[in-house]
Structure formats: structure tokens, C-alpha cells
């Protein structure tokens, strides 16, 4: 469909969905109601599997690799998201790739404070590598919490000293959880996240936990050594600056980062690609990507 402006859909997002929500369940029940709203008509295949008890599921399309895997962790603030309301965006990403997409269902707080998502995330990479895919032929993906997991899990693989995949895909990743610090664009009136959401999430993920401990908040953490990051942000996010510092202290930590911004975008617009023309337009430049690094492994 497409034709929205940014607008348009932040209006929606800000009407329609649960942001005010005054329980857990009743964010969780209905962040996914909201999310399935935007499902297109991509003819996407979705096979369930246990890591171990971890809840995952393979998803991919007609024209996806069974050799090569986009390891994918969900966004929703470590508190809510599933693979169920991010099928969609995975379905997009597996066909715009080529490749198999592994999403995880890692546990969620406040039931499961950090690290839980992190040793599910970690594991399951692991996992993967011990069913032979080659650490070269997997791309760890994540969205906004997601994104933070990615970072956090590569971390924690290099210290284990396991071999790390080539390169790692953040869309709006929240990578400081010591928010926000600083300067919000237009005091963020052009995006659905506010303050107030953000340190409820920090809260429930971490209760007394240091947030600027490098395994919560990677920006604090010893980047030497990571793989290639390619990161999209937009540039109206919340998060924007934070993601921006980011990626200067990867940079130069001598991490290559390809910086993906989008004018005028909220945080997670590429879930509403079927609304947004650049959440598509993000998701084909996503493809391209993976598919020119693994072209090279």
C-alpha cells in the first residue's frame, strides 16, 4: 500500500496503540493486536523449533537460503514483542535477503530480568553454530531492544573467545540504557517513545541493576574486535543521538559501521512498511546488505 507520510502514521501509532496501557498483559495482548494490523500478503513460511526450551521459529520465503541465517532478536523494550507481531517485518527481511530468518522468543521482564534475554540470545547463536552454520553465514539482526541484545550477545561471544559472525544489522537499537542523557530531537514530539515509557521499561528489565553496565548498555562497553555494523536510525527517533554516540564509540573502536538514517523517522518505522514507503524502502536497503556481505563469505 504505502503512500503515508511519517505523520500520518506517528498520529496512528499515538491513537491506536496500547502506549498508555495500565498492565503488562494488556501491553503485551495489545502491542501484538496492533502490530498484526500490518501485515502484508508476503507468502511467508514460519516453522516452530526449541533452543534448548527456547521458543524460536524459522521463518523465510520462497527465494531464502536454507545456508544462510539471519539470527533475529525482537523489539518491544524487554518487556513485550514476539516473533508472532514481528512476522511480517521478518517475512520482508528473509525475502529482501535471500536467507533464513531464525527469530527468537527470548524470555521477558519484568518475570525475567536481565540477563535472561541476553543468555537466551547468546545461546541461540550458539546453537546455530553447533547445527554447522558457519559463524561467516549468520547475521545477527535485532530491533530496538533487539538491536541492544545483538550488541550485547557479540560482546559476550568475542570475551568466550567464539568465532564471530562477518557483520550484525541494528534497526533503531537502544544502546544506552542510562536514557535519555541527550538532546531529543524536538523535545520528541515526532515520536511515539517518551521518557516516562523508557524508564518504566529500564525499570522492569533491570530493577536495581547499574544501567551503564556494558552488557546492558553496549555504548559503555569495550567495542574492539565486533564485526561489521550496518545501523538505521531515524532521524526524529527518541534514541537518535544516543544511537549517533554509539556509533562514533564504535567507529573509533575501529568498528566499520554503515550509519542508515532516515529523515523525519520515529523509532521502529520499519514495522508499518506496509504504510511507509521508507520501511520498505529500509527493509530493501536491510537486504542489500546482507546479501552483498555474504556474497564474500
Excluded at 187 to 206: I, R
Aim: proline residues 5%; contains cysteine; glycine residues 8%.
Amino acid at each position: 500500500m504505502g503512500g503515508k507520510t511519517a505523520e500520518e502514521v506517528l498520529r496512528m501509532i499515538k491513537r491506536d496503540s496500547p502506549i498508555e496501557a495500565r498492565t503488562m498483559e494488556e501491553a503485551r495482548g495489545g502491542f501484538e493486536a496492533f502490530y498484526l494490523r500490518f501485515r502484508s500478503e508476503l507468502d511467508t513460511l514460519s516453522e516452530p523449533v526449541s533452543i534448548d526450551g527456547i521458543p524460536a521459529f524459522w521463518i523465510s520465503t520462497a527465494n531464502a537460503s536454507k545456508d544462510q541465517v539471519v539470527l533475529f532478536f525482537h523489539g518491544g523494550g524487554f518487556t513485550i514483542g514476539s516473533t508472532k507481531d514481528h512476522l511480517d517485518l521478518c517475512g520482508k527481511i528473509s525475502h529482501a535477503s535471500g536467507c533464513r530468518v531464525l527469530s527468537v522468543d527470548y524470555r521477558l521482564a519484568p518475570e525475567h530480568i536481565f540477563p535472561a534475554a541476553l543468555d537466551d540470545c547468546t545461546r541461540s547463536c550458539q546453537w546455530l553454530m553447533e547445527q554447522g552454520v558457519s559463524p561467516s553465514l549468520i547475521v545477527p539482526t535485532g530491533i530496538s531492544a533487539g538491536g541492544n541484545l545483538v550488541v550485547a550477545m557479540l560482546m559476550k561471544l568475542r570475551d568466550s573467545g567464539v568465532p564471530l559472525p562477518k557483520t550484525a544489522v541494528l534497526l533503531s537499537p537502544a544502546v544506552d540504557l542510562a536514557f535519555p542523557k541527550r538532546p531529543v530531537v524536538n523535545g520528541g514530539v515526532n515520536d511515539w517513545l517518551t521518557a516516562e515509557g523508557l524508564d518504566m521499561l529500564k525499570k522492569a528489565y533491570l530493577r536495581m541493576h547499574d544501567p551503564e553496565d556494558p552488557f546492558v548498555s553496549p555504548t559503555y562497553g569495550d567495542l574492539r574486535g565486533l564485526p561489521s555494523l550496518f545501523i538505521q536510525a531515524g532521524t526524529d527517533e527518541v534514541l537518535f543521538e544516543d544511537i549517533r554516540e554509539f556509533v562514533r564509540k564504535a567507529e573509533a573502536s575501529g568498528v566499520h559501521v554503515i550509519f542508515d538514517t532516515y529523515d523525519g523517522m520515529f523509532h521502529c518505522w520499519q514495522i508499518f512498511s506496509l504504510l511507509l514507503d521508507e520501511g520498505q524502502k529500509a527493509i530493501d536497503s536491510i537486504g542489500a546488505y546482507i546479501r552483498k556481505t555474504l556474497q564474500s563469505a
